[in-house]
Nanobody, 116 residues
Framework: QVQLVEAGGGLVQPGGSLRLSCAASGSIFRLNAMGWYRQAPGKQRELVAT????????YFVDSVKGRFTISRDNAKNTVYLQMNRLKPEDTAVYYCNKLPNYAAYWGQGTQVTVSS
């Protein structure tokens, strides 16, 4: 059974940083590209960043380019999202999933709140 467990969220002031982690159990991790998604209140879930299975290629939505980085450690079955220069509009619940995402793999997410 696959589980994805996100961690690292919290309350941070605008301009601050957070590092999210997503630990995967099961066999999906190393063979799959992974993505970080977020869902703000009243909005649809959106894809924020992706990374290929090898970690050699990444993608970021325009709104986070230059501020967020994504990385993975296949030995630890973990994918990370480093978020710098956070803005209030980054406030959301952040989730990880494989690409393409699979409904059964959604975890609880981790709340990120950017506020002064």
């Amino acid at each position: 059974q696959v589980q994805l467990v996100e961690a690292g969220g919290g309350l941070v002031q605008p301009g601050g940083s957070l590092r999210l982690s997503c630990a995967a159990s099961g066999s999906i991790f190393r063979l799959n590209a992974m993505g970080w998604y977020r869902q703000a209140p009243g909005k649809q879930r959106e894809l924020v960043a992706t990374i290929t299975s090898s970690g050699g290629s990444t993608y970021f939505v325009d709104s986070v380019k230059g501020r967020f980085t994504i990385s993975r450690d296949n030995a630890k079955n973990t994918v990370y999202l480093q978020m710098n220069r956070l803005k209030p509009e980054d406030t959301a619940v952040y989730y990880c999933n494989k690409l393409p995402n699979y409904a059964a793999y959604w975890g609880q997410g981790t709340q990120v709140t950017v506020s002064s």
